[in-house]
């Protein structure tokens, strides 16, 4: 950002000049892409001028930018300052708190219009104010408390109970819970928890950019359709060889591509993953080709089918049959899974072997010259997360009955990657939450009528769904590049002016 | 005989666009340090601007098919680079001094914008575009068996010959070329001795994205299909060229290019079409493993 400009016809003259320019290049950006669609008609392609659209998109641009530099950058104050301060220790200044309570009170009067568009921003703007001002105020009463391991507790105890408690309470009350439609996303939500948990090991934990995680998750649910189907193994069976196949897929992968650094890795797991998915495509009589592998049996418990007929969970335990059971089950077992995981992966991080992935994380070199095997160490980072892949993959495949090539592109890896860093590098708890806000938040946006009402009634989240989805990877990066929670610090690190114990453990 | 002549004239056409994109990859590996993922969605972006500018300048009604193309392509070259330039400016610079990940994770963000933004904006089916350069040479024929040269394949060649005469000047005697090659040795030594970093590093976007719009142009002339997809197999192709050939180095993009566009035409011609993209992705794999430092390429030196 420029200096600040002092003089008042001076910060005009600036910002309008800066939204100017901003214009000029929106208008180049989207003269033809967005000015004009190409329509398909009877003598090949035309095109169909879209004026009003272009304008008002370069118009935006300018006013954006134009407020941008009056309120935000060309200033000493800039308005988003009392915003940010909610988010830190610093104390408030007066203006702070009028400014803060002018935008509650506004929201509150915002909220009362009868327009959806308008309760949308106003709720979203209060919810973002009573976040802060809750998180502040605690920290202000409770600066001590172990903050991460009370939310960890408290999410974990959420997540067991809330299945049961809802399904019981809606069954007691009969609340017309949407349930179902609950549990699903919940379960997409944890299955994207287990897949960043295990690339978290790879990336988060050992430093080695992965950007073809899909494969493993591929290989797992590709391994368990085909030794389930084949085999008839049970679930159980078919879970654990699931993940050592992909694990040894990962280490058939990796034995070549460890020697390579930081993007070129990255690049050639890419490829690697590009290989599996257009193996998958055209290997027809194993895979069956895109049209992919239905009627995957569904995971039995202990044996006992979730079904309407025959010797059912329903009938041994004397309840009356309701297809959510299945789903609760499924809940539980993903459950169990990411927590597997994540324990696994606690533990890891106090062995030997963990201590060194974070080691040739911080840097490669210096741990070579100690003695530790980076080969070996690279490894077992990589045989790990693929394991972890793999069960995953084995659980997708069971869920869904059906899997085809189409639900292994690179824009899966690229989602997963974006939990894992978005989250935090190497924390755990940000990874949970990471996949919370990505996947949730998007599936839920695709439901938001308020939406509809800012944008129109033709408008359809569901096409601009992966547009926001990068616009949310890019802004959260820049914004924070660290991720929603900022923790890259080492589990184990010197303590500052602690000479009895040289090495102070850090829980997370 | 004659088939092996006419799949390398091919592969030679494709190997040439693959090598203009290839330039734009290891332009900015070499200054930034950084694979710009959202490349080939410039690339993208590009063949969609050039249909765009092609269609506009033919409805209004100007039928000079050579003066029209010529139009179109300083049109998509500089609306091109805007794209470029912007996606430094929004996504890249911000994060210069971040961690090493930062910056491709917004490339991959931005990737995903392009892609999507154009799905959006001039909808997910497929852009046909009519023959606009035929006709062509028969330079050989063997019982039967013509080999064709055609016109559009000249014009590839050709272009990408002259491209990459210009580029090579301008890295070579310019000013321009000597900032980039001081940033690309040591960036803060050449911000020391004055060279303007922000705004050289903004430049080779601005080239290499001006680059990937001929690419682009030259695509659609060739295949005469595009979709908002293309961009993402084409990116991964000509990165694979530009670190084949040595990454940072510019006669190894094009010789990448060229070796990358043979082995996919090659590969296709006498095995499976199915697996031409496994057999360039696998020669990425095996090149890296192999020879990390690429065919024209300085062995990169690991310092403590």
């Avoid at chain 1, 180049?28 to 190409?38: D, I, N, P, S, Y």
């Avoid at chain 1, 869920?399 to 974006?418: C, H, K, V, Y």
């Avoid at chain 2, 917004?106 to 001039?122: D, E, H, K, P, Y």
């Avoid at chain 2, 909808?123 to 039967?144: C, N």
């Amino acid at each position: 950002m420029a200096e600040p400009v002092k003089s008042f016809s001076h910060r005009l003259q600036a910002a309008l000049l800066d939204a100017l320019l901003a214009a000029y290049v929106a208008f180049a950006l989207f003269c033809l892409t967005l000015g004009f669609k190409t329509v398909d008609s009877v003598g090949g392609l035309t095109l169909r001028s879209r004026p009003v659209l272009l304008g008002a998109m370069v118009g935006a641009v300018f006013v954006g930018r134009l407020l941008l530099n009056w309120f935000v950058w060309q200033t000493d104050r800039p308005l988003t300052e009392p915003f940010a301060k909610l988010f830190t220790r610093e104390p408030f200044a007066r203006r702070d708190v009028f400014v803060l309570g002018a935008v509650a009170l506004l929201s509150m009067l915002a909220a009362a219009v009868p327009s959806p568009a308008a309760r949308l921003i106003a709720g979203g703007m209060l919810a973002f104010l009573t976040v802060g001002a809750v998180r502040r105020a605690i920290l202000h009463f409770f600066p001590n408390l172990p903050y991460a391991r009370i939310f960890t507790i408290a999410g974990i105890a959420f997540a067991v109970l809330f299945p049961i408690t809802a399904y019981l309470l809606d069954k007691a009350f009969h609340l017309r819970l949407p349930l179902r439609y609950l549990l699903d996303l919940s379960i997409v939500v944890l299955t994207y928890a287990m897949l960043g948990s295990g690339l978290n090991i790879v990336v988060g934990l050992a430093g080695l950019l992965d950007l073809g995680y899909v494969a493993f998750y591929a290989v797992g649910a590709y391994s368990f359709a085909i030794l389930a189907m084949d085999f008839g193994w049970s679930f159980w069976m078919c879970l654990p060889l699931a993940g050592v196949l992909a694990a040894l897929w990962g280490c058939t992968v990796g034995l070549p591509v460890l020697r390579l650094r930081g993007d070129y890795l990255a690049i050639v797991t890419l490829a690697f993953a590009e290989i599996v998915r257009i193996v998958l495509l055209n290997w027809t009589n194993v895979t069956n080709g895109p049209n992919g592998i239905s009627g995957i049996p569904r995971p039995t418990f202990f044996g006992l089918p979730f079904g309407a007929s025959g010797e059912t969970f329903s009938t041994f335990f004397g309840l009356r049959y309701d297809p959510l059971h299945a789903i609760i089950f499924l809940y539980y077992v993903i459950f169990l899974l990411v927590i597997v995981t994540n324990v696994v992966t606690l533990r890891l991080r106090r062995l030997p072997i963990g201590r060194a992935w974070e080691a040739m994380r911080e840097d490669e070199i210096a741990c070579r010259s100690l003695g530790i095997n980076t080969t070996v160490t690279k490894l077992t980072a990589f045989a790990t997360g693929a394991m972890f892949g793999g069960f995953a993959g084995a659980f997708f495949a069971t869920r869904q009955g059906f899997i085809s090539p189409e639900s292994f592109t690179f824009i899966e890896s690229a989602t997963i990657l974006a939990i894992v860093v978005l989250g935090g590098l190497g924390s755990q708890l940000g990874v949970a939450l990471a996949a919370i806000v990505m996947i949730g938040g998007f599936e839920a946006l695709r439901h938001t009528q308020g939406l509809k009402a800012i944008f129109g009634p033709d408008f359809d989240p569901a096409l601009y769904r992966m547009l926001l989805f990068g616009i949310a990877m890019v802004a959260i990066m820049v914004w924070r590049p660290r991720g929603i929670i900022s923790s890259r610090t080492p589990s184990i690190m010197l303590g500052r002016g602690a000479p009895a114990t040289l090495a102070k453990e850090r829980r997370t | 005989m004659a088939y092996f002549l006419q799949q390398l004239v091919n592969g030679i056409a494709l190997g040439s666009i693959y090598g203009l994109i290839a330039i734009g990859y290891t332009m900015v590996y070499g200054i930034v340090g950084m694979i710009n993922f959202a490349h080939g969605d410039i690339f993208m972006v590009g063949t969609f601007i050039a249909l765009i500018a092609f269609l506009l300048i033919m409805s209004l009604g100007l039928t000079l098919v050579p003066l029209a193309l010529v139009l179109v392509l300083i049109m998509a070259m500089v609306l091109t680079a805007v794209w470029g330039w912007t996606v430094e400016r929004i996504a890249y610079r911000p994060l210069r001094e971040s961690f090493r990940l930062a910056p491709l994770i917004t490339a991959i963000g931005m990737s995903i914008i392009l892609q999507n933004f154009i799905q959006v904006a001039q909808g997910a089916r497929v852009k046909p575009l009519q023959p606009v350069i035929t006709g062509g040479y028969q330079i050989f024929d063997e019982g039967g068996f013509a080999v064709n040269l055609s016109n559009i394949q000249i014009l590839i060649v050709v272009t990408t010959v002259a491209l990459m005469g210009v580029f090579w000047l301008i890295i070579t005697r310019t000013a321009l070329g000597r900032a980039q090659r001081a940033c690309e040795q040591d960036r803060l030594m050449a911000a020391l001795s004055g060279v303007n970093v922000d705004r050289t590093i903004s430049l080779t976007f601005v080239m290499g994205a001006a680059l990937a719009a001929v690419a682009g142009l030259l695509y659609l002339l060739y295949y005469g299909v595009i979709d908002f997809f293309i961009g993402f197999v084409a990116g991964i192709k000509a990165f694979t060229a530009a670190v084949l050939g040595g990454i940072g180095s510019l006669p190894g993009a094009m010789l990448g290019g060229l070796i990358i566009g043979l082995i996919e035409t090659f590969w296709s011609a006498y095995f499976t079409i199915e697996y031409k993209d496994v057999a360039a992705f696998s020669m990425l794999a095996v090149v890296l493993i192999f020879f990390p430092s690429g065919l024209l390429g300085r062995p990169e030196v690991e310092k403590v």
